[in-house]
C-alpha cells in the first residue's frame, strides 16, 4: 500500500537554528498538509498546500514557518529560527482531491529543540 | 466553528472488559466527514474510520464498533472484549467540507490503557 514518507525520524536541533521536515507524499495525491503535536496535546493542522501553493493556514504558521515543493515530489516544512516550543511532531499529509476524505499520514518527525 | 470534544481524558479498563470512548462535536456545516484516528506509543497515527454526515448507520469492524447520532453530534467509539494491545490514544477528527480544503479538527483525545 502507498505510503507518505517522512525523514528524519527524529531531529534534534539547537534553538535559532534553521530545520527542513522532508516528505515524500504518495505520487498521485495533488493535496499536501502539516499538522503539528505538541507532546501529549492535541493534533493541530499547520498548513495545507495545492497547486504550488499554500491554500490554507492556521493562527500557528507565521512567518517562521514555509513549505515548499520543490522537486516534485518532495513537501518540505522549513522552520527559520528554531524555538523550544516547536519541539513537537510534525505530521505530513497527502491526499487526492480536497472532497476525497481518504487522508494518509505519514508517521511523523519528532523535533526537539534544545 | 467547529469544534471536537472528547471529555474523558484518561480511561483504563481490564482486559476483555468493553469500553467506549466518547465524541461530541460542533460545526455549522450541513455536510461534513467525522474520523476516528489510534496513537500507539510508537507515535504515529492509525486511521480506523470515516464517516459522513449523511450516514448514521452504526459501523462494525471485529472488535471495533461506531455510533454517529448526529441528534446529539455525537460519534462514539465502542471496542469490545478489549485486548492489552489496544493501549493507544484515540482521537476523533472532523472535517468540514464547505470553502475549506479538508483540514481536520481534533479532539484533545482519550488515553485508553487495557491492562491485563
Known amino acids: 500500500e502507498p505510503e507518505v514518507t517522512q525523514t528524519p525520524s527524529h531531529q534534534v536541533t539547537q534553538m535559532g537554528q534553521e530545520v527542513i521536515l522532508r516528505c515524500v507524499p504518495i505520487s498521485n495525491h495533488l493535496y499536501f498538509y502539516w499538522y503539528r503535536q505538541i507532546l501529549g496535546q492535541k493534533v493541530e493542522f499547520l498548513v495545507s498546500f495545492y497547486n504550488n501553493e499554500i491554500s490554507e493556514k492556521s493562527e500557528i504558521f507565521d512567518d517562521q514557518f514555509s513549505v515548499e515543493r520543490p522537486d516534485g515530489s518532495n513537501f518540505t516544512l522549513k522552520i527559520r529560527s528554531t524555538k523550544l516550543e516547536d519541539s513537537a511532531m510534525y505530521f505530513c499529509?497527502?491526499?487526492?482531491?480536497?472532497?476525497?476524505?481518504?487522508?494518509?499520514f505519514g508517521s511523523g518527525t519528532r523535533l526537539t529543540v534544545v | 466553528a467547529q469544534k471536537v470534544t472528547q471529555a474523558q481524558t484518561e480511561i483504563s479498563v481490564v482486559e476483555k472488559e468493553d469500553v467506549t470512548l466518547d465524541c461530541v462535536y460542533e460545526?455549522?456545516?450541513?455536510?461534513?466527514?467525522l474520523f476516528w484516528y489510534k496513537q500507539p506509543p510508537s507515535g504515529e497515527l492509525v486511521f480506523l474510520i470515516r464517516r459522513n454526515s449523511f450516514d448514521e448507520q452504526n459501523e462494525i469492524s471485529g472488535r471495533y464498533s461506531w455510533n454517529f447520532q448526529k441528534s446529539t453530534s455525537s460519534f462514539n467509539f465502542t471496542i469490545t472484549a478489549s485486548q492489552v494491545v489496544d493501549s493507544a490514544v484515540y482521537f476523533c477528527a472532523l472535517s468540514e467540507v464547505g470553502g475549506s480544503q479538508g483540514n481536520l479538527i481534533f479532539g484533545k483525545g482519550t488515553k485508553l490503557s487495557v491492562k491485563p
Open positions: 460545526t455549522r456545516d450541513t455536510t461534513y466527514y
Open positions: 499529509a497527502s491526499k487526492t482531491a480536497a472532497q476525497n476524505y481518504g487522508y494518509t
